[in-house]
């Protein structure tokens, strides 16, 4: 069985989401065009890359190398890659001029890798960082108490531009419980925007997944990364 979905039938889900993103953005007074989706692709093979990006999706996010690489010889240029999931050292190599956008920086070791990879290559790499707002155990991110002593030893690195931030928020039905974590996201940002430190621009919220996006986009994301809800394979025969 082929992962695979059409262009017909993502084409019909973007027209949904995009209704629910403009109402999120009514009720709070926010314009649509502040908000980005980035389709998640972990669920299909490579050939429903083209689809996705033929129903008029830019934005690709992967979060395992191993798998995003096929994907990203594909199609290169055709997209705006973004890597989403926990970021390996010794796979920093294989993200670092590819992926417009890493979202998974937690770490000091990361940072520097990093750092060390995009000044090889002469790059500035925009990064999120991950903040672990909800203290889920099973959840990466750096803990709350460690933001700022982390972004003041990262805007030292001239390679890294923290672009903003992403958190996961806890699984739920209900939307309104995982609320509290994409509003103290949105804190941490305009608490960090306040420091002006070199190469922290912060401009950018990554939060809200399928099942809590709308609540995401309420509280001031720019940047949904949709899987599911999106790009949910139609199991065809191989
Ligand atoms: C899989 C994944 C998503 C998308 O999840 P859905 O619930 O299917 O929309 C978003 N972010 C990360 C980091 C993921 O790994």
Known sequence: MSRWVSQATVEKRYAQIEKRIEQACERTGRSKEEVKIVAVTKYVDTPAIGEILEAGLGHIGENRIQDALPKYEAYRDQAIWHYIGHLQTNKVKDVVGRFTYIHSLDRLSLAEEIEKRASMMDIVVSCFLQINISGEKTKYGLHPDDVLAFVKETSNMKHIRIA?????????????????????????QERLKELHLPHVTVEELSMGMSGDYEVAIEEGATFVRLGSVLVEPEEVEA
């Open 164 to 188: 903003g931030l992403m958190t996961m928020a806890p699984y739920t039905d209900n939307q309104e419980e995982v609320r509290y974590v994409f509003r103290g996201l949105r804190e941490w």
